[in-house]
């Protein structure tokens, strides 16, 4: 049985359902809002330009390099963006949510990791507005990792996280669940309590602040905890959802009222 060994705290990574893709109705210059703020489309669009602009800079550079060497111009690879308008209103969202978070728990975003170490792990660059707020989201789960109260895990929560683990493919489909739920290690067992804790709390700050999404950005959610499965990929386990408030439309309609967040 491969239990739940690999159980690691990943990135903050959108997984997008894409659903109600219509347009934004009344507010298409709107990517979401938090209560009365808003993420415009322009903030988005100059986070992702800029990842765009370095890289086709980057591009170009390499071309006219390899054409004086004797190379062909079609020997540059395409140019591919590894990030998308999903992901950057992710990170914003979250950014938000994990802020008020910690303001409600009177901590400060942790020092590490750094803009550089998640530069490096993830070949982003370090001057990136993004790879900087990626790395915010960070900092401020490890501040909170320490301060919330560890939650008692419910046959629900383990049942969850053993059945995303067979889907995922972390764990052998042939092991019961008893049989996993009674072998689940001490270290796991207390990494799944601080984190189911950690969205429990993160999930009523997204309903209390009624998160809603442009339908073209789909549900979003942010895994806060993920296993690896044997052919090395990620396994979410413990997410937080940004569907919206569950008494009230999740997408949004009217944002004429709000302010931008800065």
Not at 10 to 15: L, R
Not at 96 to 115: C, F, I, N, R, Y
Not at 155 to 172: E, F, H, Q, T, W
């Amino acid at each position: 049985m491969r239990r739940a060994r690999r159980i690691a705290s990943t990135a903050v990574v959108a997984a997008i359902a894409v659903t109600g893709l219509s347009a934004c109705q009344q507010s298409p210059d709107v990517a979401a809002y938090v209560g009365k703020q808003s993420i415009s489309e322009d903030r988005v669009e100059k986070i992702l330009d800029q990842v765009r602009d370095d890289l086709t800079e980057a591009r170009s550079k390499a071309a006219a390099t390899g054409e004086a060497g004797g190379a062909s111009a079609g020997a540059v690879s395409p140019l591919v963006m590894p990030i998308k308008q999903q992901d950057v209103v992710n990170t914003l969202l979250s950014i938000d949510v994990l802020s008020k978070a910690a303001q409600a728990h009177g901590v400060q975003a942790a020092a590490e990791p750094t803009v550089d170490q998640v530069a490096q792990s993830r070949s982003y660059s370090a001057t990136w507005e993004y790879t900087k707020l990626y790395t915010q989201t960070f900092q401020l789960r490890a501040a909170l990792q320490s301060k919330v109260t560890p939650a008692t895990l419910t046959d629900a929560d383990l049942r969850d996280v053993y059945k995303r683990l067979i889907a995922g493919g972390a764990a052998d489909p042939s092991t019961p669940y008893d049989q996993f739920a009674s072998q689940l290690s001490a270290d796991n067992k207390k990494l799944l309590e601080t984190y189911v804790a950690m969205r429990n709390e993160l999930q009523d700050i997204a309903a209390d602040a009624k998160v809603k999404l442009n339908p073209r950005y789909g549900n979003q959610q942010v895994t806060l905890l993920s296993a690896q499965s044997a052919d090395g990929k990620d396994v979410p386990l413990v997410v937080v959802s940004f569907a919206g408030n569950a008494d009230e439309a999740p997408y949004v309609t009217d944002v004429s009222a709000v302010t931008t967040l800065g």
